[in-house]
């Protein structure tokens, strides 16, 4: 896989994680209310640094911030699992298939 195919793999899946810590419900809002707690605020963080490595083509990076946002992407996964009522929201999908780009961009980062 080419080294651009890549990159854009890396900044799709921080795209997809900064965007899942925006969405509220069916809707997308973009106040600072969204990001004052410590979770949302670190994945937003996350997924910056996420975009922002995979266009400076560091792997190493990319492969860290990613394991941030996969912790947190599998507590929030836990949690749902061990609630009641077992719902997959837009949130959780979006924020899990960021993930899965990201952590693919990483190791195909760094094996080419």
């Known amino acids: 896989m080419g080294a651009f195919t890549v990159t854009r793999l890396g900044v799709i899946g921080g795209i997809c994680i ?3 810590v925006f969405l509220t ?5 973009f106040s600072g209310a969204a990001i004052k707690e ?8 996350a997924a910056i640094a996420i975009i922002v490595f995979s266009l400076m083509s560091n792997g190493v990076a990319i492969g860290y ?3 941030v946002a996969a912790t947190i992407a599998l ?5 749902m ?3 009641d009522s077992i719902n997959f929201s837009v949130r959780l999908i979006l924020l899990l ?5 990201a952590l693919f961009a990483s190791i ?3 094996r080419a």
């Open 81 to 83: 699992f061990r609630s």
């Open 25 to 29: 419900g069916n809707t997308i809002t």
């Open 65 to 67: 911030a990613a394991m």
């Open 75 to 79: 507590i929030q996964l836990v949690d």
């Open 108 to 110: 195909t980062r760094r």
């Open 18 to 20: 900064a965007v899942a």
């Open 38 to 45: 410590t979770v949302p605020l670190i994945l937003f963080i």
């Open 97 to 101: 298939v960021g993930v899965a780009l």
